[in-house]
């Protein structure tokens, strides 16, 4: 019924139109024609003004009852709105469009008299508009940069306390509502910038962080007070490759810094880079290498004062890692010692058994006495620092991994029949004594001990606690004594290197590291 209304209701209407639109016409001519007599004008125009008349009349039925049939509708769609949980999307799209429409007719007679005024009052709006003040944009501007202000803090909110995402669509919901932001969704406002400047190099994809802003943000972390305490700040870096996926070869190579000297530690990144297999060359690290010489030099300006910068705290990396950004050989190489010149002998594998060489210098490594050694140039060249003790010795794979680890698979391993042969009887014991002490363990410690079974699962935190604690007390009635003496060696010069009071025994350390070597090569026959 409403779309039959609403044809007749065009019909009357644009009758309507056309008539009074002649009608005005004629009264137009009978004005300004003096020829016609004063009678006949006022006949004509009683006869266009009863039609007009009729016209409104059968208007205003038209209109009065599709208003009713329009009400009528509305109140059967919020009766099926409030019984359902879904809208009919058709009929509300009718409703909408049916009230547009008559929120039109209503309007056009008003429009068809002022026609001739708002034309122009166009030129005196658009001359308006031209002279706006200035104080208007400046205020625009002021509350756009506010709403964005308020944008950014509500995203570092979210990012900060981790909340989720509906609950943050809840609360952009209630601003919005109250008209504090305009309506966002949360995914849209956590976005970051993807205009994001990446370098190839080195056949990776590379991000470079501006390291002077970055140091920057961590000292106001720390405050002016434990920062104005400081001579020079210390600088530790490190880098090291880890694979992304396990059915892919891509790998992440980060480079992270902290500084030595100041407590919390507290790490943030230098540059991130990410390709397949490990990088090319060295080309990687250049950027990096160049803003770091002028920090260096110039030092950073911060708390209204210049503080030096230092890299004390050297390259922290293990093996693999330090070999490849210092540009020298594998480590399983003959000449891949980065302390001494000695060159290896092959005992199925490569192993150092002399005790006797020469230390390798920071002037020696840069002038590249030992050819063999260097395979490239490295960028790390061009910092002040020394080649040789600004990579420390990787305590977790040289120590736990690297010697504890190879002595006790080295019992565990050997024929039947050997001198120190472990047998299941001596394993169980062994295993026996590490299940007694879990007990015994402290918090302070990160994992229990557990039994031999699990030996090729054991963590290197695991191989440290036999390494100082635990092997004293399961290998004393287990092991022989040669080879438990020769345990002894390396079990207390390692206490020792890692003792803040005996850190003046270190003389006495390097005898007992050298008898170490000497005697196992007797104690242990590969």
Known sequence: MSKLYSRIYNSEYYKFKKKRKRSEELEDEIFLDESLPVPCNEEIFDEIAGEVNADLEIHSNIDIELELDKQGEADADLERQTNSDECDSDSDSEIEREVFLNS???????????????????????????????????????????????????????????????????LLGILSKHKVIRPINAKTLRSRDRNIKIRFLSNFECYYFDIIEQMKKTLVAYGQDQVSELKYISLQIATDGLLLFRNSQAELWPILATFQNLRPRRIFPLAVSSGVGKPSDLNWMSPVV??????????IYIFGGLKEVKLKGGFVTDIVARNMIKGTCCHTSYHSCGRCTLKGSWARKV???????????????RAKHDENHHQVDTPLLHLPIDMILSFPCDYMHCACLGVMKRLLVTWCS????????????????????????????????????RSLKAMKFFT???????????GRVCFLDTLSSDVFQHYMLFSCGMSMLLSKRLADCVPDVNNLFRHFIKTGKHVIKM
């Open 290 to 299: 160049s803003q770091l010489v002028q920090i260096l030099s110039e030092g």
């Open 460 to 470: 290197a935190t695991e191989w440290r606690m036999i390494m100082l604690y635990l």
């Open 414 to 449: 050997m024929r039947r029949g050997r001198q120190y042969y472990l047998d299941e009887s001596m394993k169980g014991r062994i295993s026996h004594h590490l299940l007694q002490c879990v007990k015994g363990i402290p918090s302070e410690f990160q994992r229990k001990p």
């Open 104 to 170: 039109f007719f209503c309007q056009e007679e008003d429009d068809i008299e002022n026609n001739d005024d708002s034309d122009d009052n166009d030129e005196i709006e658009d001359y308006d508009d031209n002279d706006e003040n200035e104080d208007d944009f400046v205020i625009r501007d002021q509350g756009n940069k506010n709403r964005n202000d308020l944008l950014r803090d509500l995203r570092e909110f979210s990012i900060q306390f981790n909340i989720s995402l509906l609950t943050f669509n809840v």
């Open 351 to 365: 192993v150092f058994t002399r005790t006797s060489f020469v230390k390798r210098t920071n002037e020696s490594f």
